[in-house]
């Protein structure tokens, strides 16, 4: 049996370098265009032909929309509105390529850690800068839970920075864990159907189409669950408890 | 649909909770480990490290179940 890891290893397709920085052009590059294209072309056809009452895309896509704007609101208050455009794009790009993943022959960008950590560190990144210029140095008081006793702040602040650095470690690990997770037990599942005899290849292959129908479940759930954390960091950035 | 709110509000905390005690947990050795080697204080930070990680980790699942939906 072929290593079932061996799906998730990128090589270059178009060597190329900037300033001695690799930049060639992979399968998961090629992938997030096609992801970020399919997102295009979903919205273009959603508000091609703008009706009161929608129908079928448009509201589809109205239905999401709306869902999102809800979410951001209720995380973040009224000034959600703001981050609306930026956790609406998250979600869509992180949903379309969780979903392109499960294409045969596909790859999934979201199985690439290089992929959702740099995700996990925008959003954290954001959700910092977005601290400190609405509340200034008082943002530090984000270290120190409300109605904490003083003598237990020596013990409260280490805490807290590990719970803030695990933060983005979190949004990331999961993301990438549950799509390479469920990646790998496809392929173990199909490698088995390959290589058993017809009599006994079904029973694999009715796990293959089980689990195919999980993972489609797993794509949208992490897309949600991904969006969701970063509207709550976000969120506590700026209510700062 | 307020019941299936709270299935995914449900199936959100269930993916959040185990892997927020692990990374907790990881991060203080981590960050314990690393001021060990650079102070040259091993094992003792390591050891404090892991301890202040469990409890980021049991501290942050405490508060993620007692927020109010």
């Known amino acids: 049996m072929e290593n079932p890891l061996e799906h998730f290893e990128l090589h270059p397709l178009i060597p190329l370098s900037l300033f001695g920085i690799d930049i060639s052009i992979n399968k998961a590059v090629v992938m997030m265009w096609i992801a970020s294209g399919l997102v295009l072309l979903f919205f273009s056809v959603a508000t091609k032909r703008r009706s009161l009452v929608p ?4 509201n589809l896509a109205e239905m999401a929309v709306e869902f999102l704007r809800g979410l951001v609101v209720e995380n973040m208050g009224p000034l959600g509105h703001k981050f609306f455009p930026f956790i609406a794009t998250l979600f869509f790009f992180v949903l379309f390529a969780n979903l392109l993943g499960l294409i045969p022959g596909a790859y999934t960008v ?5 992929v959702t950590g740099f995700f996990a560190l925008v959003v954290y990144g954001l959700s910092l800068v977005v601290g400190f210029a609405l509340h ?5 008081t984000i270290l120190a839970p409300a109605g904490t006793p003083g003598w237990l702040l020596p013990l409260m602040v280490p805490i807290e920075i590990i719970s803030q650095l695990a933060r983005p470690v979190t949004l990331a690990v999961r993301l990438f864990a549950n799509m390479t997770a469920g990646h790998i037990i496809l392929i173990v599942l199909f490698s088995l159907m390959m290589t ?3 009599y006994i290849g079904w029973m694999p292959f009715g796990f293959t189409v089980a689990i195919y129908g999980l993972e489609l479940f797993v794509a949208f759930i992490q897309a949600y669950i991904f969006t969701i954390l970063a509207c709550v960091y976000l969120g506590d950035a700026v209510k700062l408890h | ?3 299936d709110d709270a299935f995914r509000k449900g199936l959100a905390l269930a993916s959040r909770v ?3 005690l692990v990374a907790a947990t990881v991060i203080g050795a981590g960050l314990g480990y690393a001021l060990d080697r650079w102070l040259g204080t091993r094992p003792w930070l390591l050891v404090v490290g892991v301890v202040l990680g469990a409890a980021a980790g049991f501290f942050g699942i405490y508060r993620l179940v ?3 939906p």
Do not use: Y
């Open chain 1, 196 to 198: 058993a005899p017809v």
């Open chain 2, 66 to 68: 007692n927020t109010p």
């Open chain 1, 55 to 58: 129908r079928r895309v448009q």
């Open chain 2, 1 to 3: 649909m307020a019941e």
């Open chain 1, 110 to 114: 979201t199985s690439q850690l290089m």
């Open chain 1, 136 to 140: 200034g140095l008082h943002f530090f």
């Open chain 2, 18 to 20: 185990g892997l927020e």
